[in-house]
Every structure is written in C-alpha cells, then in structure tokens.
C-alpha cells in the first residue's frame, strides 16, 4: 500500500514537472531561441543539443497528458533548430550584443564594471533584447512590405506595359486587315471624282 502511494506521489510530481515546464516554454519569448531552451546566450552547439534533448524528453506529447504539450513541443524543437543554425544564431547573439551596449550606454557604466555580472542585470539584459528583437522584427515586417508593394508596382507596370503592346500589335494588325478594304474605297472614290469630273467637263463641253 505504501509503495502504491509512493508511485502515485512520484507520478503526480512528474506530470506537475511537465506542465510546469510546458507552461515556461510558451510563456518564454518566442524570438529568443534562448529562452525558450532555458539557456544563456552564447553557449556551444553540443549544450544547445543536450538541453533539447533534456528538455524534449520530459515534454513530449507521448509522455505528457498536458494538451498543451504538442505546442510547447514544437516550439522547443524550433528553437533548437535555430539555435543550430550558424547564421541564425550569429543574428540571435547580435542582438543581446546590441542590447547589453544599449544598457551599458544608459546606465553610463564601464565594461569592466561588476554589476554586469550580476543576476539582476542578466534580467534587465534579457528583457532589454527583447526590446531589440522586436524592433528588429518590426524593421524585417517593413522592409518586407515594402518589398512585396514594390514588387507590386513593378508587376503592374510590366502587365500595363504589356497590354500596352498588345493593343498596339491589335491595332497595327486591324489595320492591315482593313487595308484592302480602304483601298477599295479609296480606287471607288477617286473613279467616281474622275467619272464625275468627265461628266462636268463634257456638260461645258456642250454648253460651249
């Protein structure tokens, strides 16, 4: 009876380790690949890859009830996919770079200075290149959308530019078809100027 206990105890305090450590992943900052692993910035490929596994194993939709789990699960294994992306991480640490010069210029203190190491100034450094990431997100969103309305404006352009030649290609093509027509018309006209002038011409004649 007390090993049953002792089971269900154990049990219950898993599944509570497990939803305590899904609600921290969705509620960590999606653009820090680093906060979503529970990581420092800066640490090496093979403690990124050892924390993921640590941390997908006790996450895992197969092992977790939390209906939660699938969502915290994809995130974590995105975040580990940047994390291993050299590019995408050098973006990544730029930003805490840029976010720990920023707080060091506000707080006009030196880089040797102690209290850069301290826990309180991890937290302002933290929520300082959120601040950073959002701005560079916010800047990427722009630059998209003036790219896609540039590109836009070039699209119809090249679509206006098109019906442009084809109206001209109908319109030269129209012309040519009517062109017997019109010489028709106009060998018709000049035979009944000709026909008329005769008529005249002998009428004077006459009269003459």
Not at 38 to 44: F, V, Y
Request: positive net charge; aromatic residues 6%.
């Amino acid at each position: 009876m007390s090993d049953d206990i002792d089971f269900l105890l154990a049990q219950e305090a898993s599944e509570l380790t497990r939803d305590e450590e899904i609600s921290r992943v969705l509620n960590a900052f999606p653009l820090d690949a680093y906060s979503v692993l529970d990581l420092r910035p800066g640490c090496t490929p093979s403690v990124i890859k050892k924390q993921y596994r640590k941390k997908s194993l006790l996450i895992h939709p197969d092992k977790s009830k939390n209906v939660q789990a699938p969502e915290a699960f994809d995130r974590l294994k995105k975040a580990e996919a940047l994390l291993q992306d050299d590019k995408a991480r050098e973006v990544l640490d730029q930003a805490f770079t840029d976010a720990r010069k920023l707080l060091i210029m506000e707080k006009k203190w030196t880089y040797d200075d102690e209290r850069l190491k301290s826990d309180e100034f991890y937290e302002e450094w933290r929520q300082k290149t959120k601040d950073v990431l959002i701005e560079n997100e916010l800047r990427k969103r722009r630059l998209q959308k003036l790219k896609m309305e540039e590109e836009g404006r070039l699209k119809r352009q090249m679509e206006e530019a098109a019906a442009e030649r084809r109206m001209k290609r109908e319109s030269e093509q129209a012309w040519e078809d009517t062109r017997d027509t019109r010489v028709g018309n106009w060998r018709d006209y000049r035979n009944k100027v000709t026909k008329q002038q005769k008529k005249k011409k002998t009428k004077l004649n006459v009269l003459g």
